[in-house]
C-alpha cells in the first residue's frame, strides 16, 4: 500500500471556524491532491501540488486554499468552514512513470 | 457538462455471473482511462487501465473494453464475487499533472 496518511480521520467544526487537513506521504511523489466526495458528484478536484510550493486549483475550489513546503506534507485549509463543505476529503498522491494516483483513507468532515 | 458519465448508479448480479459496468465520456485529449474500486469508509484503490493504443486490457478477472468511436469504455468482472461488491469509478486521466476526473460511480452487489 501507497504511504498516505490523512489526519484527522474524522472531525466535527462549527460554521466559521478555520479547519486544516493534513495529507501525509511516504514515497516521495511529487504530486499531491486533494478531492472531495459527495452523494451525486463523484470525486472531485480542489486543488493540486505539482511540488514543493507549487500549486494549482482544480474544479471545487472556492472556499479553500492548500500549502506545501515539505515533498512529503500537503495542507488543505477551509479558511471560515461552510455547511456546504461537510463533506469526505482525499488526499492523493502520484508520481514517477505511473499514471494512477494513489488515495489515502479519507478525512470525514462535518460542519455544524 | 460532465466529461465523464456512469449512468448506472446501480448494479446487482448473482455470484459467479459477469458483471458489466459501463461508461461514456464526451471529449478526451489522452484517450487514459483508469477504473477505481471504493469500499466504504476506505479511499478508492486502483484497479485497471486502458489507453487508446489498446481496446481491450484484461487483468485476471477484470476486462476493460475502450470503443473509441463511440467514447464508451465499460468494465467486465467474471466471475463476479461478493467481495467486488463496492463503487466502481470511471475515470478519465486529466492531464499532465496527473489529476483525474471521476464519474459519478456505479454501485455493484454481488449477490451470493
Known amino acids: 500500500d501507497a504511504g498516505i496518511t490523512q489526519s484527522p480521520r474524522h472531525k466535527v467544526t462549527e460554521t466559521g471556524t478555520p479547519v486544516t487537513l493534513r495529507c501525509h506521504q511516504t514515497e516521495n511523489h511529487r504530486y499531491m491532491y486533494w478531492y472531495r466526495q459527495d452523494p451525486g458528484h463523484g470525486l472531485r478536484l480542489i486543488h493540486y501540488s505539482y511540488g514543493v510550493k507549487d500549486t494549482d486549483k482544480g474544479e471545487v475550489s472556492d472556499g479553500y486554499s492548500v500549502s506545501r513546503s515539505k515533498t512529503e506534507d500537503f495542507l488543505l485549509t477551509l479558511e471560515s468552514a461552510t455547511s456546504s463543505q461537510t463533506s469526505v476529503y482525499f488526499c492523493?498522491?502520484?508520481?514517477?512513470?505511473?499514471?494512477?494516483?494513489?488515495f489515502g483513507q479519507g478525512t470525514r468532515l462535518t460542519v455544524v | 457538462d460532465q466529461q465523464v458519465k456512469q449512468n448506472s448508479p446501480s448494479l446487482s448480479v448473482q455470484e459467479g455471473r459477469i458483471s458489466i459496468l459501463n461508461c461514456d465520456y464526451t471529449?478526451?485529449?489522452?484517450?487514459?482511462f483508469l477504473w477505481y474500486k471504493k469500499y466504504p469508509a476506505e479511499g478508492p484503490t486502483f484497479l485497471i487501465s486502458i489507453s487508446s493504443i489498446k481496446d481491450k486490457n484484461e487483468d485476471g478477472r477484470f476486462t476493460v473494453f475502450l470503443n473509441k468511436s463511440a467514447k464508451h469504455l465499460s468494465l467486465h468482472i467474471v466471475p463476479s464475487q461478493p467481495g467486488d461488491s463496492a463503487v466502481y469509478f470511471c475515470?478519465?486521466?486529466?492531464?499532465?499533472?496527473?489529476?483525474?476526473?471521476f464519474g459519478k460511480g456505479t454501485k455493484l452487489s454481488v449477490k451470493p
Open positions: 475515470v478519465e486521466y486529466g492531464g499532465s499533472q496527473g489529476n483525474l476526473i
Open positions: 471529449n478526451s485529449m489522452f484517450d487514459y
Open positions: 492523493a498522491i502520484s508520481g514517477g512513470l505511473q499514471v494512477e494516483a494513489f
